[in-house]
């Protein structure tokens, strides 16, 4: 007898994304529909399946234990319709499809400005949706499908996915106007002895890369300080709550204006973040992938090749298919 309400990947999708959230709100915030529309939605897929899979109360949102068994499954289907598409763009070899593109936020905002306008001259048929997430997060939903494509820190854990290197990004030392330092453009390692650091949250990438070169340099990082965004970092070094080490993009793109802060470079010692194109090894348009970092890599070098350093001769790491 047929299903009179089967379920759609659309509701599946709506799991998927309250499951990540554990949040309603921020759920229908990333899928652009109302909160009352999503909580109907998920209804409709609890009572086509008929099992509770989300449970809500005042501690907030939980996975039942049918809905941490079904979760898998429900993105396994996901993907699953992912690469028929992804098939299906490959087969019209026009590449219509929309592609997922995971970006951290303490670099897309800098990068894809200078990238997106000459990318889509390139590829007039192409269409991308970017997602920022901290890295671990992106990593985690380019294994499971969510996304396609994910510009990621290297290195990583390269298992079943294509990593094409890109760039190199260096790291700059930032201190207030009225720093005893200021004024200097380089910098003695030794002078950064006993400095007060500023960092982001541990979820970035830059902190791990922040925190082990202060315990080099004997820097302290302040913990009661930990900026959310770039933007919050260089506010509290202008309000000289501390100084702190900003990507050279983020410097390019947003301090190309004069303001109470100035930049300055480590003599002989160079901090740096490596950044890579990352996608599933059996994706079904991994050679369009592999043409879409090459694009990317050389447009990166045209537009900001005085901020940071290309990969050398683009060479791939991990899986090859």
């Known amino acids: 007898m047929r299903d009179p309400n089967p379920p759609t990947i659309r509701q599946l999708q709506y799991f998927d994304a309250v499951a990540r959230h554990l949040n309603y709100r921020s759920a229908a915030e990333e899928l652009a529909i109302s909160q009352p529309a999503l909580t109907a939605q998920i209804s409709a897929l609890e009572n086509g399946l008929k099992v509770a899979l989300l449970e809500r109360s005042r501690s ?31 087969a019209s070899e026009g590449h219509q499809a929309t ?30 949706y970017v997602r ?15 996304l396609d494509l994910a510009i990621l820190p290297l290195p990583l854990d390269a298992r079943g996915l294509v990593v094409q290197a890109m760039f190199t990004e260096p790291l700059r030392y930032v201190i207030p106007a009225d720093h005893p330092l200021a004024g200097r453009s380089v910098v003695r390692p030794r002078q950064l002895r006993g400095e007060k650091v500023l960092t982001l949250e541990a979820q970035h990438h830059i902190h791990s890369l922040v925190k082990e070169a ?50 300055c470079d480590l003599q002989g010692m160079t901090l740096t973040r490596e950044h890579g ?26 537009r900001l090749g005085k901020a940071i350093s290309l990969a050398g001769k683009y060479k791939s790491r991990g899986a090859r298919r």
Request: glycine letters at 8%; a neutral charge.
């Open 214 to 263: 202060c315990a080099n340099l004997g820097a302290v990082i302040q913990r009661d300080y930990e900026g959310t965004s770039l933007d919050t970092l260089r506010q509290m070094v202008v309000m000289g709550l501390g100084t702190a080490f900003l990507p050279a993009l983020y410097i390019h793109s947003e301090m190309h204006r004069p303001e109470a802060l100035h930049v």
């Open 132 to 146: 920022e997430q901290p890295h671990q997060i992106l990593l985690q939903e380019l294994r499971s499908g969510a």
């Open 277 to 302: 194109l990352a996608w599933r090894a059996g994706a079904p348009s991994r050679h369009f992938y592999r043409r879409l970092s090459s694009d990317i890599i050389d447009i990166v070098g045209l």
């Open 60 to 90: 907030g949102t939980h996975l039942t234990p049918e809905g941490r068994e079904l979760l898998p499954h429900a993105r396994e289907v996901i993907a699953a319709m992912r690469t028929l598409r992804e098939h299906a763009a490959v």
């Open 99 to 128: 592609y997922r593109l995971g970006v951290p936020p303490t670099l897309g905002p800098y990068l894809l400005p200078h990238v997106m306008p000459e990318l889509h001259q390139r590829h007039s048929g192409l269409k991308l």
